[in-house]
């Protein structure tokens, strides 16, 4: 936890000091007190003398260069604190304590939502403490190190606290000059609060800055690096650098060598991977301008395209400390089942009820004769919109239409789809206990590694290879995302549905339409006919019906492949399903892998055939291309197929994060 550290760094050096002239020496003394302060064993019970309140000192959350920060209880109330612990002997200096009395008195000024609330300080013999909130969701640096990268979504949820709590230091004239993620602290309420003011200043006209080199190397900017002193586009560019580790999972100049890093600042050099949406390009470009004039104020930063153009969650879950959000949206299939419903039970009470009682079902069949006649009746008055030709219709519906085999209305979807969701089969069982699946994690390594060796290794070209291979596997061709109430429902080119359901389980109606495969755990397998369903799967049959129902009614096919059916391949079923802003990822127990992108409905499919790997690629035009991936090797492809095989390789990976 990053709350505590007030360091400088010296240009050219990875050790952190005070003072550079006496660095050496501090640095001995600084170990030698830390330890004899560490081997005193400190009261458990703090009092303090002004007020009279008893704390109790708790676990500790984190430390920094001259303190450590513990969790601490008012015994009186029971309220929690955030507390940062000094020794006296580490402030024993007469710039060490005004050090830390200007930090004081400058957090205890500040009020804001997004500012860590300061509340008290006070002394004893031993030490000085401050009282801060408590955040008990810790920082976003631990939200990064247990997901590995944020989505876009979230990025924008997180970067519009920062800018509004930014935006009022800058306005009290003061300058973070330490933004990071350790010291973005989340509360709770998965409320956003900037922390840590130890190097925080007044902001000072250009001529009378300090002109000290400090802060975390990875975020300062060139101007700080070249004794410039820090100004507002300093915070700025910081700001940058948050965004894309938020994104990206490391910072922009980050490498194995301090003095690299800090060349790589200095001429603002630093790469955007292709899987990055050009919105989040073009912000990240302009906040990491190498002149300061030139990067965005503020208000700039909210009114760009990044924000404008894209979907911004009112609210965060406290799963996304661990794991990708499921953010709620009004999706077309979901408005097409809730108008069926409404057609054929009336009443909000009645559909209430339905649902309420759907998973007690037990006359299955005449409930599906019942909902397909009223299901049609939805359709004549509210026909689907279905893209031809790979183009946008004409005009775009007033509300939401049924979507295509892409999910949604090609020229909207990217403006409506904009959260990540996923399923896992055997994520969790009915009693919600959570599964270890050593399988998945062989399917998704075999498949990254496939994948990556490919693009690491194969040349540049202008065109795709063409070789006119016939296909033998299977692949998603209709797909609804029901997730906010069922499951991710999908049919195959056999006509296979299958249904990954919300509680982990998978259940498949095979193209004769009567027989069912149910999976609990992965290659456990339940056959029986639909007729036939013991009693407590009757529901999820039925729900497996409403979704082969509405694809055949509704969607269209995704592309054309040209399919040689291969009966001695084993069945088919989803393990895991993935959705970003940009694109839908499938992956299969077999390892077939499948990515469709929303703005084109162009597909990459992976598979394995004949023990060799096969990419198609399906194109804008719905027509497909098959190579194999020794092919590829040898010939390239073109910058175009290279960026998505990218981008679905980026998605794979984030698959569990």
């Given at each position: 936890?990053?709350?505590?550290?007030?360091?400088?760094?010296?240009?050219?050096?990875?050790?952190?000091?005070?003072?550079?002239h006496n660095k050496s020496s501090e640095?001995?003394?600084?170990?030698?007190?830390?330890?004899?302060?560490?081997?005193?064993?400190?009261?458990?019970?703090?009092?303090?003398?002004?007020?009279?309140?008893?704390?109790?000192?708790?676990?500790?959350?984190?430390?920094?260069?001259?303190?450590?920060?513990?969790?601490?209880?008012?015994l009186g109330s029971g309220k929690m604190?955030?507390?940062?612990?000094?020794?006296?002997?580490?402030?024993?200096?007469?710039?060490?304590?005004?050090?830390?009395?200007?930090?004081?008195?400058?957090?205890?000024?500040?009020?804001?939502?997004?500012?860590?609330?300061?509340?008290?300080?006070?002394?004893?013999?031993?030490?000085?403490?401050?009282?801060?909130?408590?955040?008990?969701?810790?920082?976003?640096?631990?939200?990064?190190?247990?997901?590995?990268?944020?989505?876009?979504?979230?990025?924008?949820?997180?970067?519009?606290?920062?800018?509004?709590?930014?935006?009022?230091?800058?306005?009290?004239?003061?300058?973070?000059?330490?933004?990071?993620?350790?010291?973005?602290?989340?509360?709770?309420?998965?409320?956003?609060?900037?922390?840590?003011?130890?190097?925080?200043?007044?902001?000072?006209?250009?001529?009378?800055?300090?002109?000290?080199?400090?802060?975390?190397?990875?975020?300062?900017?060139?101007?700080?690096?070249?004794?410039?002193?820090?100004?507002?586009?300093?915070?700025?560019?910081?700001?940058?650098?948050?965004m894309y580790t938020m994104l990206l999972?490391?910072?922009?100049?980050?490498?194995?060598?301090?003095?690299?890093?800090?060349?790589?600042?200095?001429?603002?050099?630093?790469?955007?991977?292709?899987?990055?949406?050009?919105?989040?390009?073009?912000?990240?470009?302009?906040?990491?301008?190498?002149?300061?004039?030139?990067?965005?104020?503020?208000?700039?930063?909210?009114?760009?395209?990044?924000?404008?153009?894209?979907?911004?969650?009112?609210?965060?879950?406290?799963?996304?400390?661990?794991?990708?959000?499921?953010?709620?949206?009004?999706?077309?299939?979901?408005?097409?089942?809730?108008?069926?419903?409404?057609?054929?039970?009336?009443?909000?009470?009645?559909?209430?009820?339905?649902?309420?009682?759907?998973?007690?079902?037990?006359?299955?069949?005449?409930?599906?004769?019942?909902?397909?006649?009223?299901?049609?009746?939805?359709?004549?008055?509210?026909?689907?919109?279905?893209?031809?030709?790979?183009?946008?219709?004409?005009?775009?519906?007033?509300?939401?239409?049924?979507?295509?085999?892409?999910?949604?209305?090609?020229?909207?979807?990217?403006?409506?789809?904009?959260?990540?969701?996923?399923?896992?089969?055997?994520?969790?069982?009915?009693?919600?206990?959570?599964?270890?699946?050593?399988?998945?994690?062989?399917?998704?390594?075999?498949?990254?590694?496939?994948?990556?060796?490919?693009?690491?290794?194969?040349?540049?070209?202008?065109?795709?290879?063409?070789?006119?291979?016939?296909?033998?596997?299977?692949?998603?061709?209709?797909?609804?995302?029901?997730?906010?109430?069922?499951?991710?429902?999908?049919?195959?080119?056999?006509?296979?549905?299958?249904?990954?359901?919300?509680?982990?389980?998978?259940?498949?109606?095979?193209?004769?339409?009567?027989?069912?495969?149910?999976?609990?755990?992965?290659?456990?397998?339940?056959?029986?006919?639909?007729?036939?369903?013991?009693?407590?799967?009757?529901?999820?049959?039925?729900?497996?019906?409403?979704?082969?129902?509405?694809?055949?009614?509704?969607?269209?096919?995704?592309?054309?492949?040209?399919?040689?059916?291969?009966?001695?391949?084993?069945?088919?079923?989803?393990?895991?399903?993935?959705?970003?802003?940009?694109?839908?990822?499938?992956?299969?127990?077999?390892?077939?892998?499948?990515?469709?992108?929303?703005?084109?409905?162009?597909?990459?499919?992976?598979?394995?055939?004949?023990?060799?790997?096969?990419?198609?690629?399906?194109?804008?035009?719905?027509?497909?291309?098959?190579?194999?991936?020794?092919?590829?090797?040898?010939?390239?492809?073109?910058?175009?197929?290279?960026?998505?095989?990218?981008?679905?390789?980026?998605?794979?990976?984030?698959?569990?994060?």
């Amino acid at each position: 936890m990053d709350i505590l550290r007030t360091i400088a760094y010296q240009p050219g050096n990875n050790k952190m000091c005070e003072h550079a002239h006496n660095k050496s020496s501090e640095t001995r003394r600084a170990k030698l007190e830390d330890n004899s302060h560490t081997t005193q064993e400190m009261s458990r019970i703090i009092s303090d003398s002004t007020t009279g309140k008893c704390y109790c000192r708790g676990k500790v959350l984190g430390k920094g260069g001259f303190a450590k920060c513990y969790e601490f209880t008012d015994l009186g109330s029971g309220k929690m604190y955030a507390v940062k612990i000094i020794p006296h002997t580490r402030v024993s200096k007469p710039h060490q304590r005004e050090k830390i009395d200007r930090e004081i008195e400058l957090h205890r000024a500040l009020h804001h939502k997004h500012i860590v609330q300061f509340y008290h300080h006070f002394e004893d013999k031993d030490n000085i403490y401050i009282l801060l909130e408590y955040c008990s969701r810790r920082s976003l640096a631990h939200i990064l190190k247990a997901r590995k990268v944020l989505t876009e979504p979230e990025v924008r949820y997180y970067l519009r606290q920062i800018v509004s709590g930014l935006k009022y230091l800058h306005e009290q004239e003061i300058l973070h000059r330490d933004l990071k993620l350790g010291n973005f602290f989340i509360n709770e309420a998965m409320e956003l609060k900037i922390g840590d003011f130890g190097l925080a200043a007044k902001l000072e006209p250009v001529e009378n800055r300090r002109r000290t080199i400090c802060g975390t190397p990875n975020y300062l900017s060139p101007e700080v690096l070249n004794k410039q002193g820090h100004g507002c586009g300093s915070d700025v560019w910081a700001l940058g650098c948050v965004m894309y580790t938020m994104l990206l999972g490391r910072p922009p100049f980050e490498t194995t060598n301090l003095k690299e890093t800090y060349r790589c600042i200095r001429e603002a050099r630093y790469s955007l991977p292709s899987m990055l949406s050009p919105q989040s390009k073009h912000l990240i470009s302009r906040m990491l301008a190498r002149n300061p004039e030139e990067r965005p104020r503020l208000d700039d930063i909210l009114s760009h395209e990044f924000f404008s153009q894209g979907f911004t969650p009112d609210r965060l879950s406290s799963n996304c400390c661990h794991m990708a959000p499921d953010l709620q949206y009004t999706s077309p299939a979901k408005s097409f089942f809730k108008k069926a419903a409404a057609a054929l039970f009336g009443g909000k009470k009645d559909k209430a009820k339905y649902f309420e009682t759907l998973n007690k079902l037990t006359k299955e069949e005449e409930d599906i004769h019942r909902l397909r006649q009223d299901l049609r009746k939805a359709c004549i008055s509210n026909p689907p919109c279905r893209p031809e030709d790979g183009k946008p219709p004409a005009a775009l519906p007033a509300k939401p239409a049924a979507p295509t085999n892409d999910g949604g209305n090609k020229p909207q979807l990217r403006d409506t789809i904009h959260m990540i969701v996923r399923g896992t089969l055997g994520s969790c069982s009915s009693s919600s206990e959570c599964l270890e699946d050593s399988t998945m994690g062989n399917v998704v390594d075999t498949v990254a590694r496939v994948l990556r060796g490919c693009l690491e290794n194969m040349p540049e070209a202008n065109g795709i290879p063409k070789e006119g291979l016939n296909c033998g596997f299977q692949w998603v061709t209709k797909w609804v995302d029901y997730s906010n109430k069922y499951g991710f429902g999908y049919q195959l080119s056999d006509h296979t549905v299958g249904v990954l359901f919300n509680n982990g389980t998978h259940m498949s109606l095979l193209s004769d339409k009567k027989t069912v495969q149910y999976y609990a755990e992965l290659g456990q397998c339940m056959v029986f006919n639909t007729c036939e369903a013991p009693e407590q799967f009757v529901s999820q049959v039925t729900i497996l019906k409403y979704f082969t129902h509405y694809m055949e009614e509704n969607l269209m096919d995704g592309g054309d492949v040209r399919n040689v059916t291969d009966i001695s391949r084993p069945r088919l079923y989803l393990l895991q399903w993935l959705k970003s802003d940009r694109a839908l990822m499938m992956l299969f127990n077999d390892g077939t892998f499948q990515v469709n992108f929303y703005h084109d409905h162009t597909k990459i499919i992976l598979c394995s055939q004949s023990e060799e790997y096969l990419l198609t690629y399906i194109n804008e035009e719905r027509v497909s291309t098959a190579i194999r991936l020794s092919v590829l090797l040898r010939r390239g492809c073109s910058q175009d197929l290279r960026n998505r095989m990218e981008y679905a390789l980026n998605m794979l990976l984030q698959r569990c994060h």
